[in-house]
């Protein structure tokens, strides 16, 4: 299809206020998330020192996936980001799937993280019940994304702010107690962690091949930058600075986190249990470290709580306007708001709390083996979707027009899929991830089910729309 098409592919009536400062720490709050507080130390002791690797290989392939993005989103901005870029450049299957793996991916986390906000909360308020800790949460959140998308990018950027700082903190004094003792009597703890408990690859190569699955998924979330570009404010400048940046902060925040602390602990005493963050700042002598870090925490859970409000709404109303979702989530009201969609994700992360009240474990297991497969499919949708768009430049004549090439295309896109392959093959091969991938074809072929009723829906709705998705107009709600 060519480029010049795909430009009005979609008409959106969203109100471009998100700033430069806004679109950074969007990034941010999409690349950090509470797993890198509580679940770093489950990584480290899977594969040991070897981990800094695994972390340095999947930060460039991730990189290579937000270069990506970044072009596309530059070039054509929407809010349904790589959603979109799938139903026009690959198949308009791969935009429903992807687009409905968001909503999976929605009830499960936002169900995972409202729970573990309540139990934070109860840290200081026991008596206080976790729903409705939840439901307060929501509420506020709710009011913040409908009111405008400029109160959701200050209030993601304070929220991420929190969490920057307290991260740079962390990897700052950790190198004062490697190389000048602090905490530690004076006495500087050196590199030999390093190597001393079982050398550098302590469980040998394959373990920490094997750990580039919780590593991939600490990711989760980068993706949503692209959405935010239906709403930036002159994305040609914003989106590539953002994008760039993706990368060292992915070396700074990940990479330098967990190398500071199997510089610091043995490897050996990082068992997953417990935050290693609260055990720095308790030796640096930070008064009351598990209380601070809860407040960190529970910033964090906010942050991922608003992002999803956002990413999702934007998410249903985008696929609305392809064809691939009710109509009426195609509409914004007075502040260019799609508020039909904002009150659908509201309504889901409700029904997200209430499962996690009544169902049992199992069942959010099936949900999260579902998002697991989604967010490989969000990755791989959008190396593919820009294989096809660079050839659709190609083909029409425009790539030297290209504002912000990926580098080394098309060897860095085979890179990336590379990579996200080899995750592939580690789900395949781990035992307790392996049951994903079972239950994500089973929802591939619910999913099929439902495109094709819908879209048979569709063509007899407006016959002369053929393969191609209805272009819903947006509109403005009375």
Known sequence: MPASTAKTHEK??????????????IVIGGAIGTGLFYGSGSAVATAGPAIIVTYVVASVAIYFVMRALGEMSVEEPVSGAYISYANRYIHRFAGFLNGWN????????????????????????????IWATAAVAVTVLFVVNVVGVKFYGEAEFWFALIKVVAIIAMILFGFAMVLFGAGNGGNAIGLGHLHDHGGFFPKGIGAAFLAIVMVAFSFGGVENLGIAAGETKDVAATMPKAVNATFWRLMIFYVGAITVLVTVFPWTSLNGSGSPFVTVFARIGVPAAATVMNVVVITAVLSAVNSAVFTNSRTFYNLSLQGNAPRFLGTVNHRNVPSRAVTAVFVTMAAGVLLNLLMPDQVFTIFSSVTVFGLIC??????????????????SGEEDGIRYKMPLHPYSNYLALAFIAAVLVCIAVLPDTRVSLLVSGGWVVVVFAAYTFYTRKSRQRQPSSGDRPLLAVSHTEQ
């Open 12 to 25: 959106e009536d969203l109100k471009r206020d998100l700033k430069s400062r806004h679109i950074q720490m």
């Open 378 to 395: 969000a990755w791989g949708s959008i190396v593919i979707s820009h294989l096809r768009f660079r050839k659709a430049k190609v083909a």
């Open 102 to 129: 968001a909503f999976i991916f929605l009830l499960a986390t936002t169900a995972a993280e409202l729970n573990a906000l309540g139990h934070y909360v109860q840290y200081w308020f026991p008596s206080v019940p």
